[in-house]
Antibody
Framework: QVQLVESGGGVVKSGVSLRLSCGAS????????LHWVRQAPGKGLEWLAV????????YYADSVKGRFTISRDNSKNTLFLQMTSLRAEDTAVYYC???????????????WGQGTLVTVSS | SSELTQDPAVSVALGQTVRITCQGY??????ASWYQKKPGQAPVVVIY???NRPSGIPDRFSGSNSGDTASLIITGAQAEDEADYFC????????????FGGGTKLTVL
């Protein structure tokens, strides 16, 4: 079965960097775009970044553009999120999720990891 | 940038029908998808596309679309349906972003 498992979260101080990982199994990793989505405490879901199946194309939400970098290692079935200059407002549970595109008018996130908590203290 | 607007909270009596709506310009181009989110758990897609349910999602969940508004309908709401529900859509303004609605807290009375 499809599994996405995030790791790398923790408690860090403002201004430092952190790298999250998402290990994937149960599907052909190189066939899917992957995303990072976060949920801050008491807040809604926020889309952060996407990377294409081969890693050539990446897009970011304005809130993290220039600070976060999404990447993938297709030889290890692993997705990454490098986060720099962390701020208190980056405190959230970070999820990796797989994109599904059944037709040109439909795009959804079909599998999600359990998430990893990042707490940024000032 | 495009936004998806949801009512913050909705309540429904046990066994009754409830409609949760999501409004946004981009829904005229892309179908919304709907995610159920319970505390401490990962989001789960319950409806995607025109009106598609992933395997394992009860058939009391359905979706509809009209113009710039998408709806998630729960027919015969159960206690376990109490959760936050988020809509999402592709948003091609700017850098091909994706966007989530603010979420609707569903209370089953």
């Amino acid at each position: 079965q499809v599994q996405l498992v995030e790791s790398g979260g923790g408690v860090v101080k403002s201004g430092v960097s952190l790298r999250l990982s998402c290990g994937a199994s149960g599907f052909t990793f190189t066939s899917y775009a992957l995303h990072w989505v976060r949920q801050a405490p008491g807040k809604g879901l926020e889309w952060l970044a996407v990377i294409s199946y081969n890693g050539d194309t990446k897009y970011y939400a304005d809130s993290v553009k220039g600070r976060f970098t999404i990447s993938r290692d297709n030889s290890k079935n692993t997705l990454f999120l490098q986060m720099t200059s962390l701020r208190a407002e980056d405190t959230a549970v970070y999820y990796c999720t797989r994109g599904a595109v059944p037709d040109t008018h439909t795009y959804y996130f079909d599998y999600w990891g359990q998430g990893t908590l990042v707490t940024v203290s000032s | 940038s495009s936004e998806l607007t949801q009512d913050p909270a909705v309540s429904v009596a046990l066994g009754q029908t409830v409609r949760i709506t999501c409004q946004g310009y981009r829904l005229r181009t892309y179908y919304a998808s709907w995610y159920q989110k319970k505390p401490g758990q990962a989001p789960v897609v319950v409806i995607y596309g025109q009106n598609n349910r992933p395997s394992g999602i009860p058939d009391r969940f359905s979706g509809s679309n009209s113009g710039d508004t998408a709806s998630l309908i729960i027919t015969g709401a159960q206690a376990e349906d109490e959760a936050d529900y988020f809509c999402s859509s592709r948003d091609t303004s700017g850098d091909r972003l994706w966007v989530f609605g603010g979420g609707t807290k569903l209370t089953v009375l």
